[in-house]
Structures are given as C-alpha cells and as structure tokens.
Nanobody, 117 residues
Framework: QVQLVESGGDSVQAGGSLRISCAVF????????MGWFRQAPGKEREGVAH???????TYADSVLGRFTISRDSAENNLYLQMNSLNPEDSAMYYC???????????WGQGTRVTVSS
C-alpha cells in the first residue's frame, strides 16, 4: 500500500515562494506517476503538475513557468516548488500517485497554502 504525506504548506505574501513536499511510503516514488492537485474553497479540484515514471512533466497553464514538480529518489519524496505566488494560488494542495500516467489511486491528506496580497 502506498502512503503519501504532504508537508510544507504555509502562509506567504504575494510574490513569494514556497516548496511543499510529499513523502512516499511503501513504494519507490520514481517508479510511480505522481501529481499535485489543489482545491480552493468553493472550487473544483484542479490538477497543477504531473510527473511520469520516465520523469516527463506537465503543468496547468495557470502555473506554467512559476511552479516546478520534481522528485528526490534518495529521499523518496515529491516536491512542488512554487514561485511568484499570488492569492489565486491559495488552496489545499494534495499529492497523488498511481501506476499509470495520470491515473491516481493514492492520495495524501493535503497541506494548506495561503497567499496574502
């Protein structure tokens, strides 16, 4: 069973940066397809960034050029580096993983990011 634990959420000022992490337990992260999602109050869940087992990445248009998804094989962690944050980025951020590209079976509990203007 794969378990995912997010951390690093915080309150930051607009224009600031933040890196959130997802610790992967029970499987090797580099062999999974993984992604970051976010959900703001009253809004639908949105896919933010994805990384396939071959390392290829994709991003939502709203974060392209500002966010970077990456994996650390030694730590078995997934990261999301977020730069140039704006209040519209405020949300609960979730880590997800699965065996096939963008087919996510495992989800974390989320970490909250709040961006103030």
């Amino acid at each position: 069973q794969v378990q995912l634990v997010e951390s690093g959420g915080d309150s930051v000022q607009a224009g600031g940066s933040l890196r959130i992490s997802c610790a992967v337990f029970g499987y090797t992260a580099s062999r999974l397809s993984m992604g970051w999602f976010r959900q703001a109050p009253g809004k639908e869940r949105e896919g933010v960034a994805h990384i396939a087992s071959d390392g290829s990445t994709t991003y939502a248009d709203s974060v392209l050029g500002r966010f970077t998804i990456s994996r650390d094989s030694a730590e078995n962690n997934l990261y999301l580096q977020m730069n140039s944050l704006n209040p519209e980025d405020s949300a609960m951020y979730y880590c997800a993983a699965g065996w096939s590209p963008r087919s996510y079976k495992f989800w974390g509990q989320g970490t909250r990011v709040t961006v103030s203007s």
